[in-house]
């Protein structure tokens, strides 16, 4: 890849505790073990405990090789600092145990990294009547990012979440109407446009909470990571001109790896270039430009009061956590 951008090798102490969502496989795989390896304490938030426990075991044995290869920026750990906690992201109760869960810990929370996503999957609704990928990859997160709020507001200085979105978010659209696409059969739901539209939500998602995060020690980011060979393709793998790009991308060496895929995010993770730089879209760990459609105010709005609405209408968002996303 010549000289591309990444991140910077910093030293981190195991004080300094990281979430990643989805980091069994693929971009969070990478970020989770370069962050660990990197010396914090990584918890893989993942909806099964095997695939999770696999990783983590992966991970040490991977840490294992670089330390004998004396790979600068590895700490020189007997072991990983490394936690599973259970999330499933198309469960918003779910989610509320992962929290529960972590708040028992009484731990900090340095940074937050909502990474889990499914790819342009089949029209589908989740047991909380939420479209699929509008729940999994924006909805729970967002509700995860709002209850580790007020912990993320006491951890000290430079706290960060960071949203991995998708360059397909610019293929979007905002109408609450058809939001959750009921209207739509399995033959004309429009798989890109939903995935798209779950993507544009997290850069919106940015702004918003950035708004109402001014004055603090929390700043959200957002990032398109490439076009990455991982198990994204499994969703779509029956999508001729989708499956066709990952293809070809490899073929011709045009996509990344899991690795170079996961480097914007752990720069956007851990960079202390980075502290209190807030509202950046980045890719190849560049900042770039996200569509005009997320960078209305109007808009960021619109879709803030919705979710809001969604999540309390299940008594998801008390009225401590809504005081906190208010920058209370
Ligand atoms: N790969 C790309 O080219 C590309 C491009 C743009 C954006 N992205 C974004 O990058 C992120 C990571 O994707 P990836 O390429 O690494 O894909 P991946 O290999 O399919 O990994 C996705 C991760 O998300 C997890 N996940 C899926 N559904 C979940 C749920 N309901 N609850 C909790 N975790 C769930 C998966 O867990 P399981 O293994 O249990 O399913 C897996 O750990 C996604 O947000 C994706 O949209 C990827």
Not at 134 to 155: C, D, E, G, R, W
Not at 175 to 186: A, C, P, S, T, V
Not at 297 to 315: D, I, M, R, S
Request: with cysteine; glycine share 8%; aromatic share 8%.
């Amino acid at each position: 890849m010549g000289s591309h951008l990444s991140f910077p090798r910093v030293t981190l102490t195991k004080e300094k505790i990281v979430i990643v969502t989805g980091a069994n496989t693929g971009i969070g795989y990478e970020t989770a073990k370069w962050i660990a390896m990197m010396g914090a304490t990584v918890i893989l938030g993942c909806r099964s405990e095997e695939k999770a426990r696999e990783a983590m075991a992966k991970i040490n044995a991977e840490f294992q090789a670089e330390k004998d290869l004396k790979t600068p920026g590895v700490v020189d750990y007997q072991e990983l600092s490394l936690e599973f906690i259970k999330l499933d992201c198309a469960s918003l109760q779910s989610v509320m145990g992962f929290v529960k869960t972590f708040k028992e810990s009484g731990r900090q929370l340095h940074v937050l990294v909502c990474n889990a996503g499914i790819g342009m999957s089949k029209q589908a609704y989740t047991d909380d009547g939420y479209e699929l990928m509008f729940q999994v990859n924006y909805l729970s997160q967002y509700l995860l990012s709002a209850h580790l709020l007020p912990i993320m507001k006491t951890s000290g200085e430079d706290c960060r979440i960071v949203l991995v979105s998708s360059e397909v978010h610019r293929y979007s659209e905002l109408k609450l109407d058809r939001i959750q696409g009921r209207q739509y059969n399995e033959r004309n739901f429009r798989r890109t446009l939903f995935y798209g539209n779950s993507k544009a939500f997290q850069v919106m998602q940015m702004f918003s909470m950035n708004r109402r995060l001014q004055n603090s020690n929390v700043t959200v980011s957002s990032l398109h990571p490439g076009v990455v060979q991982t198990e994204v393709t499994r969703n779509f793998s029956d999508m001729g001109p989708w499956a066709l790009l990952f293809s070809i991308g490899k073929l011709i060496g045009a996509s990344k790896t899991p690795y170079e895929g996961a480097e914007t995010t752990i720069n956007a993770a851990v960079n202390p270039a980075l502290q209190d730089v807030r509202d950046v879209y980045y890719s190849d760990c560049k900042p770039n430009t996200p569509h005009s459609r997320t960078r209305n105010k109007q808009n960021q709005e619109t879709l803030w009061t919705y979710t809001q609405n969604c999540l309390k209408e299940g008594g998801f968002l008390p009225d401590d956590i809504i005081k906190c996303l208010d920058g209370e």
